[in-house]
């Protein structure tokens, strides 16, 4: 096995990074050394694979890509099939106008769109000219009317559709037809910094015309395919999705056969990858899986930098999480540094901490955002809560007016990574008062009854970040009542700097006013947020063209092995 990406303290990083407000010396109370650790993640490459022009990729083959869990919706834009099983699975059969470069800017991809064009800045117009040859599955144009119903139910403003999130969409006042029916002219009543993350019809009108269809016909369908995939079987009791070639498509003939999505535990991955069960692992941070995986003979270990980023979310409807002062001492309580060294450094990656929850390190627009409220400092926890009035009881568990700070933390089973962190946040929480107890839960019910539903106390997962984060990231903490946010607390300073954020079109104003809308979020500690996860993957090492990428959108044409 070979590792591909040496961590290097590269001087030219791909994407920006700037840092405010470091602790004394730049060093936490571990020793991990935050300049030092940026500098290294923005020297890991943005992707790393072992790329192949499309005549060196032989023809035909099946790709076994392993996922956590059949989601509990595979309608990827209803809110309970916003996963990222279903973000890996959609990339192979769903495509739209804009596709994403290695840098995180973008292009029109041709076999959506001949051209995306701002027509308009006062108001803001965009006129989208698509590609005539473009279809449905079934062989149905796709056009304004595709279009038109997609933006509608995204929108929020028929309540009956279940949507993931309604940002962005909800910018838009009409989209209407230009000389004909695939001329799209989109305009937003107010002007929207990421307004290419919201061109595109991602189901065809029939679906998303109908709120019942919406909300239940795709539940365990995958939805219909406009890419060079689609779905040939879904078996929910062996837990396998077999997407195959799409005889409708239109574009550069895709060199794979077969894509086959297995479920396989996380806990279980790393050692199916090293058994050729699967071939590629997304190892994460996991070290005892990274072993296993570095012990494939034919595989190849690939990192690249990420933008998934871990934290641990209060739910704020839950007794005294609802009081600043708690979640305040529960900032200087956990000692991140610990979390992010232990998940960190055993797959041999830059470890730093994530002090911004809109912008990842290596994305232009990264800052330190927590102003040393994050800082791991349990005597001014525990003065926190003193001052509040929670007392240490007699049992040690602190207490007010009859209220103890007794929560529990649900974990899935059979996931280290998150058991790690939890049993961290555990600890640092019970030794300044609080009673912390881990909840053990079925992988398959963590999501599905638990975290989606709003019944936990606390819960430890991962934010997978976006290309287009001003926008669409603040939908984890604006409104309150957003499907997205878990923890059900915000405030107006939020809203209004994201809003301002999100209307004006200087990227240079936008990433600023973001920033401090962000420094309101972590001000108001909906979650803490712990470390930036870098993509470090396990592949086959015939595969080409497929592995870690910060933004970039794969082309699943030319995802295959080697000749």
Known sequence: MRNKATVVVAATAALGLALSGCQQDNKDSKGVDSDKANEEISGLPSVDYQKAGYDEIADGGTLTYPMTEIPASLNYYHADGAHVDNNNLYGTSLGRPIKTKD???WEVDKNYAESVEIASEDPLVIDVKLNKDAVWEDGTPIDVEDYKAFWKTQSGENKKFEVASTKGYEDIESIKSGDDKYDVEVTFKTPN????????????????EDPKTFNKDYVKDVLPSNGPFKADKVDNKAGVITMVKNDKWWGQEPKLDKVIFKVVSQAQQAQAYANKEIDLVDIGTDGDSYETAGKREDGEIFKSQGMQWTHVTLNAEKGALKEQEVRDAIGHAINREAIAQAAIGPVEAPVTLVNNVTFMPGQDGYQDNADGSLDFDPEAAKKILDDAGWAEGDDGIREKDGEKLKFNIVVPADTASNAQRAEQVMKDLNEIGFKIKLETVPVAAYFADHVLNGNFDMATFTWQGTAFPISSGSNLFYPADSEQNRSKISSDAIGEKFKAATKTLDPAESKKLANE????????????????TPYVWGVK????????????TPDWTSIGFKK
């Open 517 to 532: 809308g962000d420094a309101e979020v972590l001000k108001l500690k909906p979650l803490i947020p712990f470390y930036p």
């Open 193 to 208: 910094i990421d307004w290419p993350n919201y061109i595109g019809a991602f189901v065809p009108n029939e679906i998303a």
């Open 103 to 105: 840098d995180g800017s």
């Open 541 to 552: 090492d015939d595969i080409v063209n497929l592995g870690p990428r910060q933004l970039e």
